[in-house]
Each structure stands twice: as C-alpha cells, then as structure tokens.
C-alpha cells in the first residue's frame, strides 16, 4: 500500500493566525564595538508561512487539500503572505480577510550557525472586529455547507483572530453537520472550548490553563487531571504533547505514548505538525491511539531539522512502517 492510498486525501477548514516566519541566516564573528552583542554577517533572508499557515503546509505536505481563514493586515507583509499561499504552495487565500485595521504577523528568526540567536516579533495582539469576525462566520458557514469539508482546526497563536464568539459558532455549525473539531490553544481561549473533538495543549499550556502544578514526568497524575478536565469539557480526546516525555492521549481509555529517541534540533513548528498529521489520520478513518503513534513520530522528525519546516511524508511513511505503528 503506498502512503497516498493509507491516508487518503481530504479537504480540512483551518481556522486561525496566519503569520510569516522570516529568517535571517548568517555568521556571527565579532562582537559590536558599540554594545557587548554579537554582530551577524548577513548570507541570506528567507520568508515562509508560520502560525497557522504552517499547519496549512503540513496538511499539504501529508496530501490535504487545506482551506485557511484568517486575518491579515492591509500591508507589504499580507500581501507576501496570500501570495506565498497561492503560488508557492497551490492553496486558495481568498478566503483571509485583509483588514486595514491589523497589520501582519512577522516572527524573525537570526540564526547563525545552527544556533537560535534571537527572535524579533512585528505583530498585533488585540481581537479582530466583530465586522471581520462576522465575515470569518459567513465564510466558514458556507465552506462547511459545501459538504467537502472533512475536519476542522482551530490554529490559535493568541494574535487575535480566534475568538470566544468564533469557537461557539464554529462548534456549533460542525455538531449539526457531524464534522470534527480539532484545536491547537493558547492561553487566552484555552477555557472557551467545549463539546470538541480533539484538544491538543502541549504540558506548558495545560498546566498554565488549569492553574495546576504537575511534574511533566508524572504521567499518572497528569492523566488523572487531564481525563477530569476532557469529561468535564465533553470533548472526545485531549491530547497532551510532553516533549522529551512524549505525547499522553486521553479518552475513554488513556495511553502514554514515549517521545522517539532522535536529537533535537529546533522545536519550532512540532506543534503544529502534530495536530496536522492527526487531523488527516482523523479524517482517513485512522483510529485515535495510532493517529497519536504517526503524529508523534512525525514531531520527532521536524525537531531534527532547523527552523519552521513541514513533514517529510514519505520520511514519515518510512519510519512508521518500520516501528510497526503501519502494516
């Protein structure tokens, strides 16, 4: 069986904030004469899809076909960004709203050598208008009345697009229409989801949204106040990503599944990687504990390269067959 007939294709709707990561890759020889900081000789500038748009690509990459809402400001930057979406990657960018009230997300990254030097973040953090908020609904409505669409995911980076009155909305139009609800939280919304399908926090954001403090490496007690929190949400699965430690999957039954031995590179993007490849695992009818295995393979893989990069299917498929998690 190849990869393309195990995971199928589908259309999944991914709700959230679009950014660009922009790198700047260089060499750091000196220190500035002007302040104890390292200066970088500049070799190459680079600008790729971050945020949201990187579970876009992820989805592309596993043989998705992505639709992304967002919101983007009436700028140099947003422009770039719906571009990059249409001609680099095929994706239809018509349905981000360009606001003259935002401006775009720009995350940079100066890397020298391999090594993370500094970030520097261009961005707007408030809520979006409720007239954009209102666009996002009759977009996302009349997407999901297409019937094409197979699962949803909500992609929050706490920039604002994401609000309470989009989840319930959202929640809602996909109960009626039995579609799956996945989402990707940060702080500000992490209470605002209930009945959903699928909750993936990593431990950072579960410990920090329930106020709670718990040992990462104790997986029972974790388990313990995960499951109270998933039953009391009535969401079907939440699941946990525990770095080093792995991933813990809660449902009617629960299972902690052991990080892959690899070495680590940059974290940047597994996240998004993750909740990707279980969304299309989802979708093609895989069942929840194997979706978890596949995506926590695929996490493993992109921490071994540099910056925010998607997932090697035919690497993923690979190693999954060798671990025995594909037969």
Same mark, same amino acid.
């Given at each position: 069986?190849?990869?393309?007939?195990?995971?199928?294709? @589908?259309? /999944?709707?991914?709700?959230? *904030?679009?950014?660009?990561?922009?790198?700047?890759?260089?060499?750091?020889?000196?220190?500035?004469?002007?302040?104890?900081?390292?200066?970088?000789? @500049?070799?190459?500038?680079?600008?790729? +899809?971050?945020?949201?748009?990187? /579970?876009?690509?992820?989805?592309?990459?596993?043989?998705?076909?992505?639709?992304?809402?967002?919101? /983007?400001?009436?700028?140099?930057?947003?422009?770039?960004?719906?571009?990059?979406?249409?001609?680099?990657?095929?994706?239809?960018?018509?349905?981000? =709203?360009?606001?003259?009230?935002?401006?775009?997300?720009?995350?940079? !990254?100066?890397?020298?050598?391999?090594?993370?030097? &500094?970030?520097?973040?261009?961005?707007?953090?408030? +809520?979006?208008?409720?007239?954009?908020?209102?666009?996002?609904?009759?977009?996302?409505?009349?997407?999901? *009345?297409?019937?094409?669409?197979?699962?949803?995911? #909500?992609?929050?980076? *706490?920039?604002?697009?994401?609000?309470? !009155?989009?989840?319930?909305? /959202?929640?809602?139009?996909?109960?009626?229409?039995?579609?799956?609800? +996945?989402?990707?939280?940060?702080?500000? %919304? #992490? %209470?605002?989801?209930?009945?959903?399908?699928?909750?993936?926090? %990593?431990?950072?954001? #579960?410990?920090?949204?329930?106020?709670?403090?718990?040992?990462?490496?104790?997986?029972?007690?974790?388990?313990? =106040?995960?499951?109270? #929190?998933?039953?009391? !949400?009535?969401?079907?699965?939440?699941?946990?990503?525990?770095?080093?430690?792995?991933?813990?999957?809660?449902?009617?039954?629960?299972?902690?599944?052991?990080?892959?031995?690899?070495?680590?590179?940059?974290?940047?993007?597994?996240?998004?990687?993750? =909740?990707?490849?279980?969304?299309?695992?989802?979708?093609?009818?895989?069942?929840?504990?194997?979706?978890?295995?596949?995506?926590?393979?695929?996490?493993?893989?992109?921490?071994?390269?540099?910056?925010?990069?998607?997932?090697?299917?035919?690497?993923?498929?690979?190693? @999954?067959? !060798? &671990?025995?998690?594909? =037969?």
């Amino acid at each position: 069986m190849e990869f393309d007939e195990f995971f199928g294709t @589908c259309k /999944v709707l991914v709700i959230g *904030d679009v950014m660009i990561d922009a790198y700047l890759w260089g060499d750091v020889n000196r220190i500035s004469p002007e302040a104890p900081v390292p200066v970088l000789s @500049c070799i190459k500038r680079e600008n790729r +899809l971050g945020g949201a748009g990187n /579970v876009v690509i992820n989805l592309k990459a596993m043989g998705a076909i992505p639709l992304v809402v967002s919101v /983007v400001g009436d700028d140099e930057q947003g422009v770039l960004l719906k571009t990059m979406l249409s001609e680099d990657y095929g994706v239809n960018s018509d349905y981000i =709203i360009v606001s003259e009230q935002r401006r775009t997300t720009v995350k940079t !990254r100066i890397i020298s050598q391999g090594q993370h030097l &500094l970030r520097v973040d261009d961005e707007m953090d408030s +809520l979006v208008a409720i007239d954009e908020t209102l666009m996002m609904e009759d977009t996302i409505a009349e997407l999901l *009345d297409s019937g094409e669409v197979s699962a949803v995911v #909500f992609e929050d980076y *706490d920039k604002g697009v994401i609000t309470p !009155r989009l989840i319930e909305f /959202v929640v809602e139009q996909c109960a009626e229409r039995e579609i799956p609800v +996945l989402a990707d939280p940060k702080s500000r %919304n #992490f %209470n605002a989801y209930h009945g959903i399908t699928v909750y993936k926090p %990593n431990f950072k954001e #579960f410990c920090s949204g329930l106020n709670v403090n718990v040992k990462k490496g104790d997986i029972n007690q974790l388990m313990r =106040i995960a499951d109270e #929190f998933r039953m009391a !949400r009535e969401m079907d699965y939440l699941l946990i990503t525990l770095s080093e430690h792995g991933m813990l999957l809660c449902g009617a039954e629960s299972e902690h599944i052991a990080a892959q031995r690899s070495e680590i590179v940059d974290v940047s993007g597994a996240g998004d990687t993750v =909740i990707s490849v279980f969304t299309v695992c989802l979708a093609a009818g895989i069942d929840a504990f194997t979706a978890t295995r596949i995506a926590n393979v695929a996490g493993g893989q992109v921490c071994q390269k540099v910056g925010v990069v998607p997932v090697d299917k035919v690497q993923l498929y690979e190693e @999954c067959k !060798r &671990l025995n998690i594909i =037969i």
